[in-house]
């Protein structure tokens, strides 16, 4: 245990943001989820849907100081490719 008042309020400062990016971690793992499962589904307009949402959310993270802007610009990149694939083939 920590013995001096700045490194107690640390620890909590650490437990906050530890909560905090589990949370957004975990939100961005459901986006992502949510249209991969619809797109391997092969449900187009549901696959749209979600990619919206995930483009959405990505960049609003990216605002937020949580996701750094050329991280989002990935996942949405590859998440589109993914779309447009099945956009094509459908």
Do not use: C, W
Not at 22 to 44: F, G, H, Q, V
Not at 62 to 75: D, E, F, H, P
């Amino acid at each position: 245990m920590a013995n001096h008042k700045s490194a107690q309020k640390r620890i909590r400062q650490t437990e906050t943001r530890t909560e905090r990016n589990r949370y957004y971690r975990t939100r961005i793992k459901n986006i992502t989820k949510a249209l991969r499962e619809s797109i391997a589904n092969k449900d187009l307009p549901k696959a749209q849907e979600a990619f919206k949402v995930a483009n959405k959310e990505l960049h609003k993270f990216v605002s937020k100081g949580i996701l750094k802007k050329n991280t989002a610009a990935r996942k949405v990149s590859r998440l589109n490719a993914a779309l447009k694939k099945l956009a094509l083939g459908a």
